[in-house]
């Protein structure tokens, strides 16, 4: 038996054999020594400031990290503590990985696509224009090698990276004005994020970053002139429907996006095997109850847009094939310059040949 398959039996045997102590078991500091069938293992308090990219008031998008933070707190006994900060309080919401790099804060909640600048493959692993659905992205990550690939191209920066919350794709974006041609991208000041902004820049768009909380100021003084962030209810709750009336779908440049719990490779290391495991756990049913979160929301805020004067739109056909050639374009010119790009990048290529064979055979079509 592997270390890791041990760590995994213990943790099982803590989880069932011992809930029906915990009641009874008086709360302290220090350990918590629980007794299984096997061995004696202990779960030691633990209290870490977890500052996160998102809201937390934000449903799906921003909450996952709370539904989180219980799971453990509750799945511990309270020994395993985050002390959830929001945006901007203690580090800025777009530079989180460089805090926890820096060992300011020892973990945080993020999206790895905000490292594009520094950490150029990152940007894969936060999502990727006509990429993968999400439980495509998520068979990646667990079963075909994602998981290995992103956790060595952090370890170089001293992080160690957990999946931790999946949604769904975001919208195209927020307008003022009709896009019936790619030509009418030219000259808009937009806000857009990851590989997508890339694209958009070769359009003629100017392309600016801003975190969410920054967003409806700059539109509403319209310093942007359009905008794309997350998910229909996520930009309902930030107001941009007040200002642009025509949302766009699909969102072609963000098929799934991806949040992580990053953590200090000396906390990871720090961290006893069954400590570890807790964390993977938990965060992997965060993946899941986040999806479900996210799928469930999006219907009645759709069907409520008439009555706020917003139309949803659709890209016309010609234009997302054009923006998939320029997309493309993109990610071999990112990969012909960054090793790390190329070597993610040419993993994600192979796993969706191989499961294309599947999803092809085995869904119905998206008519039906």
């Known amino acids: 038996m592997t270390n890791r398959a041990g760590a995994v039996a213990v943790l099982v ?31 030691r308090s633990i209290r870490w400031r977890v500052p996160v990219a998102f809201g937390t008031n934000l449903e799906a998008l921003g ?12 799945t511990t006994n309270h020994a395993f503590q985050f002390e959830v900060y929001e945006p901007g309080e203690i580090v800025p919401a777009l530079n989180i990985v460089d805090a926890v790099r820096e060992e300011k804060v020892p973990a945080g909640y993020t999206w790895l696509g905000y490292d594009q600048g520094k950490i150029p493959a990152s940007a894969l692993i936060g999502a990727v224009p006509f990429g993968m659905e999400p439980w495509e992205y998520t068979a990646w990550w667990y079963e075909g ?23 769904g794709p975001e919208t195209a974006g927020w307008f003022r004005e009709p896009i019936v041609q790619l030509s009418d991208v030219q000259g808009l000041k937009i806000r857009f ?21 920054e967003i409806f100021q700059a539109l509403e003084k319209g ?31 963000q098929t799934y996006t ?8 000396d906390t990871w290391d720090s961290l006893t095997a069954i400590e570890q495991s807790l964390l993977d756990i938990v ?46 374009d993109v ?17 994600q290529k192979k796993f969706r040949e191989s499961y294309a064979v599947w999803k092809r055979l085995a869904y119905l079509p998206r008519d039906f």
């Not at 909450?63 to 509750?74: H, I, Q, T």
């Not at 100017?206 to 969410?212: D, E, F």
């Open 331 to 347: 990610m071999n010119e990112e990969a012909l310059r960054d090793s790390d790009f190329r070597v993610i990048h040419e993993s």
């Open 13 to 43: 045997a803590f989880l069932v054999g011992t809930l029906s102590t915990l009641a009874i078991r008086p709360a302290g500091t220090g350990m918590h020594t629980l007794q299984s069938d096997s061995e004696s293992t202990a779960i």
């Open 258 to 265: 991806s949040a992580h719990l990053v953590i200090g490779s």
């Open 63 to 74: 909450d996952n990290v709370l539904y989180v933070a219980k799971a453990l707190k509750d």
């Open 193 to 213: 994020a990851g590989l997508g902004g890339k694209v958009i820049e070769r359009l003629g768009a100017s392309v600016t970053m801003l975190p969410g909380g």
């Open 283 to 328: 965060c992997t049913a965060g993946v899941t109850r986040n999806l479900a979160k996210a799928e469930a929301l999006q219907g009645p805020v759709i069907e409520g847009f008439k009555t706020k004067g917003v139309e949803a739109r659709e890209l016309p056909i010609p234009i997302l094939r054009e923006l998939n050639r320029i997309a493309d």
């Open 145 to 167: 090698g994602g998981r290995e690939l992103s956790e060595t191209l952090y370890e170089k920066y001293n992080v160690h990276p957990l999946l931790c919350g999946l949604i």
């Open 223 to 253: 310093a942007i002139d359009a905008t794309e962030f997350s998910l229909p209810n996520v930009d309902e709750a930030l107001g941009f429907d007040r200002i642009a009336k025509i949302n766009y779908f699909p969102g072609w440049h």
